[in-house]
Structure formats: structure tokens, C-alpha cells
């Protein structure tokens, strides 16, 4: 009998999903609008209005014994793989009435119906506050029915594990296992949480556990091949190591945060190498580079963070190159060497891209949620030449031994939905890649947040002064704020300011994300004061109670335009939520770093005396100019996604002439 540990892969990943190209890539964009048109939110809410019906007239009147009868049917059906509109309605009827018993909580029609664009392999766009956690419950309870796997993406650990206990009752009155799978579990309990019907867990861990998995299986990936290998063997099979049973479903929350912005980013199974000459190289490459004068020896692309030896750089390092251990001393080693040094002195700034930990470890800072990512590492010798630059004990380099981007796997699915606040600027991208359509879902209750007029300043000293100034204010009145910036280094600046001026108050930042879940809790009383960077746009809640609702709700401040205005949005979303009241305000100066990475010198400077002249038309000049910043920053990360599809591309074309080959 195979156990089901050697079962692994009896939902076996499918070939990366074919992207258009050429001339195909006009009628792919005429398909992918087709699949995201008016109508098919009219039909989703008009099934979500029949599920309600059906819940009220033929769920809710049975007794508990013939509704858990009617449970039993439903999960046999789905097992056997019926499909119709029919059932689906009938099961999503059925597990409303579930998460009224285990819960308190009865789905409204958006809910439902984002449900069902799920089930649908849809993006559903529903706001922050519209009860995205239930919704995807709803939809993982179906596809855990069917007995394939089915995974639920979630932005960290923390949402993982919170999520999966928060349905756990709702799950196992169902009828089917919820698990969560964390970065500090071992392979035993990773291995016992990946059989339950339905695993929340990171994008992280799942592509660890399957590249893990995938060395383990080595030539043999497919059912039949291990099947074949586990008969043949005589029931010893490598299998019984291995973590997961396969991949088919995936539901992905916040999807466009790990589909579009971590796309590009490939993760890695390494092993280290320990005893050879890599640290002692970092240290030279370090002082040569500090010994270079910028615009004589190199040139810095500050839009692009590249660094460009000159010919006389070139020539400084040529004649030092005798400081280097003999392996490392050719041209291109020497050369590379000094110019990552230059690279992370440069471009990489403790506490915006990475945090030092109390255990004097280099940790990653996710640019777009501002979380740590525990275990990343930069590859091709940058986190040692990191670690050089902060002395600190350096690591030792490590060796790649499978590797894969976020951007292939997730096209592996044989099923892929998604759910987030913000996606609509993203839909073309969406279904060009992934072949998800965006529905963009009705909030249950009308939105009355207010937006404020922008406030704009000539520099970043004058912004940030208003930016106090402005909480100061709203402190006296009682209403709490949550004040966003971008990175750590500015939320700690902007957190000493206030300090000086005794105003209370808690930062929530890649440093601190250990007290996330207190700072939330008590983020939205009367008075409180939060500054955070975007860790606090996707995953918290932060309540409100009655007091200050009637003082006008929760108020947001974004210190700068973030690289997306999906990220903006995602922000302003805490505020207003659920028909609450609430509001925010954006502020600009010519000094925020988007302006300076992707606006061009002299529009700054123009946009830098106008504002400082206060002309009329400033504000809308620069609104302007953050928006074309930040088309140009999304263009940009766009090219990025490109290339990595086009190795994506060559490497499966090249692996499978391979395989084909060795045949």
C-alpha cells in the first residue's frame, strides 16, 4: 500500500501555462478583456443572490442531522467531480450556513460572489475591510471537497497560522483538515500539516517545500514514474521522505503583491561552502572601493542602480590587483568584485532594504510590504559583500542547487485564483501571465472615506515638519492616525520627532514586526498615533469603536508615493472601511526618493521652484509627477518580468530538448 507521504504528485504539477506572444499577444489582450467583462460580476452576484435564496428556503430549515447528511452528499459530489452552476450554488448555501454555526459570521452577497469568481479561477478585486479571510474559506472549502490539494498564499507567517486557526472549527464542520505550514516548522510537522485537504502557508515556504521535494524525486517526477519506482523497489521508496503530496490548487491573498511584485524574484535552494577565500576578498574589494572618487572612477545610474567602472577605476583596481587571493585576481573577478561593493555602499541602505537583527544577521526587507523575508538571501556574493560593509561576521557564499521564480511556479497550478484590495491597474498583466481575469467585486456598504487636498513642499525637512504638525492635530481632536512611510529608516526618524515632542505612539516596522499583532489591536483607539511602513496595508484589521467612529474614523497619513499606486491604495484602505468614515491624505515633495529615481533632473528641479515659489498649479504638477514616476517605475519592474519569462522560456526549451536527448 503507499502511504500517503509516497503519493506525492498524484496531482502533478503541470507544464508552465504558455504566454502569447507576437501577434497572438493582441488576441490573448481581446480574450483576457472578453473573460473580464460587466457581465460576468452580473452573473457572479446574480448566483450569489440565488446561493442566499437557496441558504434561507432549503439549507437553514434542515434539522442538523439531515444537514450534515446534506454536507456528506455535497463532499462526495465534489469528490467524484461533478460540476454545474446548480451545485454550486447548493455548496456555497451550505457552507454559508456552516460559517453562521462555527462562527457568528453569515457571508453577504459580495462575499459570495467573490467566492464564486474564486471557484472560477478569477481575480477577485474586493476592498480592504470586505471580509477577504471568509471569502477565501468559502472557496477553499470546495476545492478541498475534490480531494486535490489545495493551497492558500497568504503575506507572511503570521497570517498563515492566524488564518487557519481562525477556520479551523469552520473547516472541520465541513468535513476536511485545515493545516498551515510556517518557516520554523521541521519536515515531520511539515510533512503532517501538508496532508490536511486545505494548507495555508507562504509563497515562500511552498516553493521550498517543492524545489526540496523535487531534488528528492530527482528523474522521476511524474505518478506513473513513481509509482513504477515505489513497486520496482519492493515498497522502499525515497518517497517517504518527501513533504508534500503535490500541487493542483492554488488561492493566492494579495495575489497581486506576490504575482507582480515578487514576480521577478527566483527562490533559491543553496547549500553553503565553507573554508574558502570569499570573506577575505569582500574586505579588499571594500577598501579599493572606498579608495575610488565617483564620476572619475565610476559613474553611478541611479533609475536603474547600476554602477559603471571607468577606464581609470578599471585601472586603480588593476594595480592593487595583487591584494587578491590568486583564484580571484583575473580581470572580470577583480573588477566584479569591486563594483558589487560599490553596488551595496550605494544602493542598499540599512534599515530601508535590509535590518541588522540583535543576533548581528542581515535580514531582507520586502520593499513592497516592508516585512523582514527570514531566510532570503542575496545571491552571486552580495549579502557577504553586505555583511563586509556593516563588520559584521560574513556568511559563507553558498551553492545553488534549484532554483525557480515565483512567476513560473505559480503558472505550474493546474487551478490559480486570487484576491486582493488592488489589482485592476495590474489586469492586462494578470492575463497575459497567469490567465486571471480581474472582477472587480461591489463593496457590501457605500465607501465615505474622504480624501484631502495633497499637501506639497519644497523639501523633505518642510514635509515632514507639516506631516507632525498634521498629527499633532488630529491627536488633540482624539482621532487615531496611522501614518505610512516607506521605509525604516523614515519611520524611526519621523518617530524620534514625535518623541521630542512627548506625543504617544508605536512604530510597526520590519524591525518591530514581532508586537504586529499588539501595535494592530490598539492602532484604532481614540488618540492612538501608529507609524508604520507598508506592513500595515496588507493582512490587519485595525477596529474601531464606536467613540471614534463618531469622531470621525481612522485617519491616514502617506508621508510619500510609494513605487505602485496599488501599494498607495492598499494604505488609504485601512481607513473608511465597511461604510465606516475615515480619511487621508497624501504629501509630496521634489526630495521623495520616486521622484528622484524616475523623474527626470531637470522636471525636479522645475517642479522643486515652482513649488518653492508657490505658483498656482502646484499641486496638480506634482500629483502629475508622481503618477509618471510611477507609470515609469511600473514599466520598468513590467521589462523586469519580461526577461525573467523569456529565461523562464529558454530554460524549459533547453531542459526539455535535454531530457528528450538523453532518452
Known amino acids: 500500500m503507499i502511504t500517503p507521504t509516497q503519493r506525492f504528485y498524484t496531482a502533478a504539477p503541470r507544464p508552465p501555462r504558455k504566454v502569447a506572444k507576437g501577434i497572438d499577444r493582441g488576441a490573448d489582450w481581446v480574450s483576457g478583456a472578453f473573460r473580464r467583462r460587466s457581465s ?5 452576484l446574480r448566483e450569489a443572490e440565488a446561493s442566499l435564496q437557496w441558504l434561507e428556503q432549503k439549507i437553514a430549515p434542515l434539522s442538523e442531522d439531515a444537514f450534515q447528511e446534506k454536507l456528506d452528499d455535497l463532499h462526495r459530489r465534489f469528490r467524484r467531480g461533478e460540476t454545474s452552476s446548480l451545485l454550486t450554488r447548493e455548496a456555497f448555501a451550505a457552507v454559508s450556513r456552516v460559517a453562521q454555526e462555527s462562527m457568528g459570521l453569515t457571508p453577504y452577497r459580495e462575499q459570495i460572489a467573490g467566492a464564486m469568481a474564486i471557484h472560477e479561477s478569477l481575480f477577485a478585486e474586493m476592498a480592504t475591510g470586505e471580509g477577504k479571510t471568509l471569502t477565501i474559506g468559502l472557496a477553499a472549502t470546495l476545492s478541498g471537497w475534490t480531494g486535490n490539494p489545495c493551497h492558500v498564499i497568504t503575506a507572511n507567517d503570521y ?3 492566524r488564518d487557519a486557526e481562525t477556520l479551523s472549527e469552520y473547516f472541520a464542520q465541513c468535513g476536511i483538515r485545515a493545516g498551515f505550514v510556517t518557516g520554523s516548522m521541521k519536515p515531520p510537522e511539515r510533512i503532517s500539516q501538508h496532508q490536511s485537504a486545505v494548507v495555508y502557508t507562504t509563497s515562500q515556504e511552498i516553493l521550498a517545500d517543492f524545489l526540496r521535494d523535487k531534488l528528492k524525486l530527482g528523474s522521476e517526477q511524474t505518478p506513473q514514474g513513481r509509482l513504477i519506482q515505489h513497486l520496482s523497489s519492493g515498497g522502499k521508496s525515497s518517497g517517504e521522505a518527501l513533504v508534500m503530496r503535490g500541487i493542483h490548487t492554488v488561492i493566492i491573498d494579495e495575489a497581486d503583491n506576490i504575482l507582480i511584485d515578487e ?21 579588499i574589494a571594500r577598501d579599493l572601493g572606498a579608495a575610488l572618487e565617483t564620476g572619475i572612477d565610476y559613474t553611478i545610474d541611479y533609475k536603474h542602480s547600476e554602477i559603471t567602472l571607468t577606464h581609470q577605476g578599471i585601472a586603480a583596481i588593476g594595480r592593487h590587483s595583487h591584494r587578491f587571493p590568486a583564484i580571484w585576481r583575473s580581470y572580470d573577478r577583480r573588477n566584479e568584485l569591486v563594483r558589487q561593493s560599490l553596488v551595496a555602499e550605494h544602493f542598499f541602505i540599512k534599515d530601508k532594504h535590509y535590518v541588522i537583527t540583535d543576533e548581528s544577521k542581515v535580514e531582507i526587507v520586502d520593499e513592497f510590504t516592508g516585512r523582514i523575508l527570514p531566510g532570503r538571501t542575496w545571491k552571486q556574493g552580495l549579502h557577504q559583500t553586505i555583511e563586509t560593509k556593516e563588520n559584521i561576521p560574513v556568511t559563507d557564499p553558498t551553492e545553488t542547487l ?10 505550474m497550478f493546474h487551478s490559480i485564483a486570487g484576491v486582493s484590495g488592488t489589482a485592476s491597474e495590474s489586469s492586462a498583466e494578470l492575463w497575459r501571465m497567469y490567465r486571471l481575469a480581474v472582477v472587480c467585486i461591489p463593496t457590501h456598504r457605500p465607501v465615505l ?5 495633497v499637501k506639497v513642499y519644497p523639501n523633505e525637512a518642510a514635509k515632514y515638519e507639516a506631516v507632525v ?4 492635530a488630529m491627536h488633540q481632536t482624539g482621532r487615531p492616525v496611522l501614518v505610512g512611510t516607506r521605509t525604516v529608516e523614515a519611520s524611526e526618524a519621523l518617530s524620534r520627532q514625535l518623541t521630542e515632542l512627548q506625543l504617544p505612539h508605536t512604530v510597526l516596522n520590519a524591525v518591530r514586526h514581532k508586537e504586529e499583532a499588539a501595535i494592530v489591536s490598539e492602532a484604532g483607539k481614540r488618540g492612538s498615533i501608529c507609524i508604520a511602513t507598508n506592513m500595515a496595508g496588507r493582512g490587519t484589521d485595525i477596529k474601531l469603536s464606536e467613540e471614534v467612529l463618531s469622531l470621525g474614523g481612522l485617519h491616514v497619513i502617506v508621508v510619500e508615493h510609494n513605487l505602485s499606486p496599488r501599494i498607495d491604495r492598499q494604505l488609504i484602505g485601512r481607513s473608511a472601511r465597511q461604510g465606516e468614515p475615515g480619511s487621508a491624505r497624501y504629501y509630496i515633495a521634489p526630495d521623495d526618493e520616486l521622484l528622484i529615481r524616475f523623474l527626470r533632473p531637470r522636471e525636479r528641479k522645475q517642479l522643486q521652484q515652482r513649488i518653492a515659489s508657490k505658483l498656482p498649479g502646484s499641486t496638480g504638477l506634482a500629483l502629475n509627477a508622481c503618477r509618471k514616476a510611477q507609470k515609469t517605475a511600473e514599466k520598468m519592474g513590467e521589462k523586469q518580468r519580461e526577461a525573467v519569462l523569456k529565461m523562464d522560456t529558454w530554460m524549459e526549451e533547453h531542459l526539455a530538448f535535454t531530457r528528450a536527448s538523453a532518452r
Open 40 to 44: 460576468t460580476l452580473r452573473r457572479l
Open 159 to 161: 497570517l498563515a497560522q
Open 263 to 283: 514576480a521577478v524574484t527566483p527562490l533559491i535552494i543553496s547549500q553553503t561552502m565553507p573554508g574558502n577565500s570569499f570573506a577575505q576578498c569582500c574586505s
Open 402 to 411: 534549484a532554483s525557480m521564480s515565483f512567476q513560473r511556479f505559480f503558472r
Open 449 to 453: 472615506r474622504k480624501i484631502e487636498k
Open 469 to 472: 504638525g498634521e498629527i499633532d
